[in-house]
């Protein structure tokens, strides 16, 4: 099975319309779709910096927590956290 990554859109109708032209043969394909994730605009954030959730435990937990510095670094974070757990 060959793999091909083609670029494409979902009409109003749901209908997935491939915008690329592509080689094939004619003949039966799998379709593999992933959605491109969408980032919350101002709007779906409150004033509060608190995204919406219907889920009581959530929403107080975000109410409880603070923003990510926009200088974070995940892995140096594993990294650190990694080391005092082995004690390396």
Excluded: C
């Excluded at 979902?10 to 094939?24: C, F, K, S």
């Excluded at 990510?68 to 892995?75: K, L, M, R, S, T």
Aim: charged share 30%.
């Amino acid at each position: 099975m060959t793999a091909y990554k083609l670029k494409g859109t979902v009409d109003a109708n749901g209908r997935l319309v491939v915008t690329e032209v592509i080689d094939l043969p004619p003949g039966d394909v799998e379709v593999i779709v992933l959605q491109k994730a969408i980032e919350p605009t101002s709007e779906a954030i409150n004033s509060s910096g608190v995204r919406p959730t219907k889920i009581r435990f959530l929403r107080n937990w975000f109410a409880q927590t603070k923003p990510v510095p926009p200088d974070f670094d995940a892995d140096e974070t594993r990294w650190q956290a990694l080391k005092e757990k082995h004690d390396l």
